[in-house]
C-alpha cells in the first residue's frame, strides 16, 4: 500500500456493520476482516482511533419506544459500544497487533478509561486505539463520539464506514436518478438534509475543520483505497 494521504485517522464503523450476514450481534469473520484492512493501513504508516457504534446490539432510542426510560436505554447501548470495542480488541490483539480499548466510562477491571492524551500517547506508540461508550453521555451517537473524539484526538479526518459508497442526492436504493457526490460542504450536506451523521456530530466535524470520508466499509480493501484516495468515496468539507 502507498503512503496514506492522511497520518491519523477516527475510523468509524457502525456495529450494523459488524453483524455480517446475521440478523443480530457480533460476526467475528466480519470482526476479522475490518480487523485486517485496519492493520493493513497501520502498517503502511497510518495512525488509526477507531469509534464503533452498538446498533448490532441494542439502541437506546428502539429500548425508549418500547416504554424504558431513555437514559437506562442508552446506557445498555453504550455498554453494546463496549462489547464491539472488546471484540474489536481481542481480535486485533490476536492477529498481532497492540490495540487498545479506552471507554468514556471507567470500567477499570475491564478496560482503560478515555483521556485525550493517553488516546494520543498510544497511536503515537503507534497502537491501534478503540474508544468505546460513544461519549459516555446518553442522548448522543457514536457518530457524534467519533467527531468529538476526531477532535480530540487531533486526526484529520473523519472515516465513517458504511454501507453505501457515499453520499447520494437522493437514495440510491428507491431513487435512480440519484448521483454521487466527490466532495460536498457541510453547509450543502444541511440544507439538502442529507442525514449521514446526526446534526450534532456534523456541527462538531465542521467547527474543527475535520473533513468526513464517506464510504463503504463492506467492500473489501475500502480504508485502504480511501487512504490511498482511490476507490468509491464521498469527502465532506469545510464551506
Ligand atoms: N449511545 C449513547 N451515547 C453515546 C453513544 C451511544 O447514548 O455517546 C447509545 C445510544 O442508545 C445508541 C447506542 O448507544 O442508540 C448505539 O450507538 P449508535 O446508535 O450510535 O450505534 P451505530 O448506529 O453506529 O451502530
Avoid: W
Avoid at 52 to 79: E, Q, W
Avoid at 80 to 103: E, H, Y
Avoid at 193 to 221: E, H, Q, T, W, Y
Amino acid at each position: 500500500m502507498a503512503r496514506p494521504s492522511y497520518k491519523r485517522i477516527l475510523l468509524k464503523v457502525s456495529g450494523e456493520v459488524l453483524m455480517g450476514d446475521q440478523p443480530f450481534g457480533i460476526d467475528l469473520g466480519t470482526v476479522g476482516r475490518v480487523a485486517d484492512e485496519v492493520m493493513a493501513c497501520a502498517a503502511a504508516g497510518a495512525q488509526i482511533a477507531l469509534v464503533i457504534g452498538g446498533g448490532n446490539i441494542f439502541r437506546g432510542l428502539a429500548g425508549a419506544a418500547r416504554g424504558m426510560d431513555r437514559v437506562s436505554a442508552d446506557h445498555m447501548g453504550i455498554m453494546a459500544t463496549v462489547m464491539n470495542a472488546l471484540a474489536m480488541q481481542g481480535v486485533l490483539n490476536a492477529k498481532g497487533a497492540d490495540a487498545r480499548v479506552l471507554s468514556a466510562i471507567a470500567m477499570p477491571s475491564v478496560c482503560e478509561t478515555y483521556a485525550p492524551a493517553k488516546g494520543r500517547h498510544h497511536l503515537e506508540q503507534g497502537r491501534i486505539v478503540i474508544c468505546a461508550a460513544g461519549t459516555g453521555l446518553p442522548f448522543f451517537t457514536t457518530d457524534t463520539g467519533a467527531a468529538l473524539r476526531a477532535a480530540e484526538l487531533q486526526c484529520e479526518a473523519l472515516l465513517k464506514g458504511t454501507s453505501v459508497d457515499g453520499v447520494y442526492s437522493a437514495d440510491p436504493k428507491t431513487d435512480p436518478s440519484a448521483r454521487r457526490f466527490e466532495t460536498i460542504t457541510f453547509s450543502e450536506i444541511l440544507r439538502r438534509d442529507l442525514r449521514i451523521m446526526d446534526p450534532a456530530a456534523i456541527a462538531l466535524a465542521r467547527d474543527n475543520g475535520i473533513p468526513v470520508v464517506v464510504f463503504s466499509i463492506r467492500k473489501p480493501g475500502a480504508v485502504r483505497d480511501v487512504l490511498n484516495g482511490t476507490g468509491l468515496f464521498t469527502t465532506v468539507t469545510k464551506d
